[in-house]
């Protein structure tokens, strides 16, 4: 006798609505539970390392504040936090009187352009001369990363860009820095571009970390009020400097000079520089990118 059947389904078909997951599921009772929900999508692999590569390399952007004419800070952090680490967080330790700001980390248009003329001397610009020094710091740290790029790869690393804010790798080495400058007492600050600070040149410290270990912070911002570092008596606070810093003891660093309007061919050199010196030191350690 088939009439229990039929009744069962008109007593669905009269209390399901057609849209009704319930109801779906109910009028395909075969239907396997795998397909109702798909199925999340696969991790994204990263780019295969060729045979024939060094290693990789990160590099991250390096870090340089600003004078900002507004007297308000920039948000944003090129090449890391205040404590010099890609993913620490920012620090609150006391600073200057300095009014401070990030580099924005909206990317200019900074790839390397054609030589200049066998008549100049000067060399290209990196930036425009009517350009705000927010504007000038992103053109300077960007085209000094992809200077940086361009050269590992030519010299046969894989190289690739870490990003502030992205989750790094275990596996290679990463290159970070940050602009300094002294100040006339010789104390390491950080820079501030378009202070108007009298040192002729940035002190720029390199920085390469192994990233199979933990993170190790590039530079650690002084206490201001540690003997030597607070202003004589009577006097203030130079605000043309950014804070006093330690740089790390635990990770091989190095200081390059970079002047304070540099041309693209500098900047070049110093990214030849930099990628020096980390191939010697990669070869003097060649375990860490077996890590």
């Known amino acids: 006798m088939k009439m229990p059947h039929l009744f069962l389904l008109f007593f669905l078909s009269l209390h399901c609505s057609p849209a009704s997951e319930a109801c779906q599921f109910a009028q395909s009772p075969s239907m396997p539970a795998a397909a109702v929900a798909p199925a999340p999508p696969p991790e994204q692999a990263s780019p295969a390392i060729p045979a024939n590569s060094k290693g990789v390399v990160y590099v991250g952007d390096f870090e ?51 030589p200049a003329t066998a008549g100049s001397k ?8 009517t350009d705000l020094p927010q504007t000038r710091a992103t053109k300077l740290v960007d085209f000094l990363s992809t ?10 690393y894989t190289a690739r860009h870490l990003k502030a804010g992205e989750i790094r790798s275990e596996k290679g080495v990463l290159l970070r820095g940050v602009f300094a400058e002294t100040d006339e007492q010789n104390h390491i600050r950080l820079a501030l571009l378009g202070s108007g600070a009298p040192a002729a040149e940035f002190q720029l410290y390199r920085g390469v970390q192994n990233l199979a270990r933990a993170d190790q912070p590039l530079y650690e911002i002084a206490n201001p009020n540690s003997p030597g570092l607070q202003p004589a008596e009577g006097k203030t606070a130079d605000g043309r400097y950014g804070p006093v810093i ?13 002047a304070k309007e540099p041309t693209e061919e ?4 110093i990214a030849a520089d930099i990628v020096a010196s980390l191939t010697t030191l990669l070869s003097a350690n060649p375990a860490v990118m077996a890590e």
């Open 122 to 129: 000067a060399g290209r610009s990196i930036w425009q001369e």
């Open 266 to 269: 500098q900047v070049q050199k």
């Open 147 to 156: 200077s940086l790029l361009r050269t590992l790869e030519k010299a046969g």
């Open 64 to 114: 340089l504040r600003v004078m900002n004419p507004s007297g308000s800070p920039t948000a944003g952090a090129p090449g890391g936090s205040e404590a010099g680490s890609p993913n620490a967080p920012t620090s609150n330790a006391p600073t200057s009187n300095a009014s401070m700001g990030n580099a924005p980390r909206t990317r200019s248009s900074t790839a390397p352009q054609a």
């Open 246 to 258: 330690t740089v790390t003891s635990f990770a091989p660093v190095a200081r390059l000079a970079m």
